[in-house]
């Protein structure tokens, strides 16, 4: 993956090289920060209110004060500036709280740490890969709803599903699957779809609020409960979600084989066409 050529930063759009931050950030020194990440299709930002509306809450959720209602001007300067306007491109979107003397208290009165960047990206009308998966205990903290920049935890388990040649690691929490590392999961079973509840433990995806708003217009009862590691080998069909990932259908899921070839489940590939059709 390439740098951007430019990048906002505080104000100002600079290139990539000359984008710099105090050692002293909190996001740099503590992860204490909000970010987003949206997709430009045929022109505009698909489900950008709904990406923002995230950004706002996350922000409120840390008590970062930053007004979000600026960005849509900021970023059509930065997408202008990288030549992106009216192009397919991934726009990552980072708040922190800003610079002070390190202590693990919200400093007062200092001002937040803003940077965005674009760059070219192009996905598939339908993301056509077959996944394998592994999955693994949900070691992170118990606020999994806030999209912080603080994502070790994901980043260990990630790479762990890199070592086995895998596209994802799912993860579960007292016998139950929560969420994958950078996406949600789904469950298909007996022609409902389960998913873990947008609760405390899973980041509640806009693509996963998406594929449940479109289980209800095509008539297929939705169940919004986790599923127990014991039904794995009960579960008829899976897929993950998430807005680079779109709608991936998982093949297997460790040992457990879901189906050979490209044989990809009917309320799977129900749900990835009408996705397609939301461009």
Known sequence: MKYPEKVYLNGSIVPHQDAKISVFDRGFIFGDGIYEVMVQINGSFFYKEAHLNR?????????IKFDVDILPKEISKLLEASELTNKDCMLYIQITRGVAPRQHSYPADILPTVMMYAI?????????????????????WSRCDIKMTSLLGNVMLNEEAMQYDCYETIMHRNGLYTEASHSNVFFVKDNVVYTHPADEYILNGITRIIVLDLCKSLNIEINESPISIDDLTTI?????????????????????ILYTGNKKGPITRKL????LKLK
Do not use: C, M
């Open 55 to 63: 950004l706002k809450d996350g922000l409120q959720k840390v008590n």
């Open 120 to 140: 070219p990206k192009v996905l598939p009308d339908i993301n056509e890969i077959d996944a394998k998966v592994i999955t693994r205990d949900d070691f992170r």
């Open 236 to 256: 008829d069909e899976a897929f993950l979600t998430g807005t680079i990932t779109q709608i991936a259908s998982i093949k297997q899921i460790d040992e457990h």
């Open 272 to 275: 990835q066409e009408a996705l």
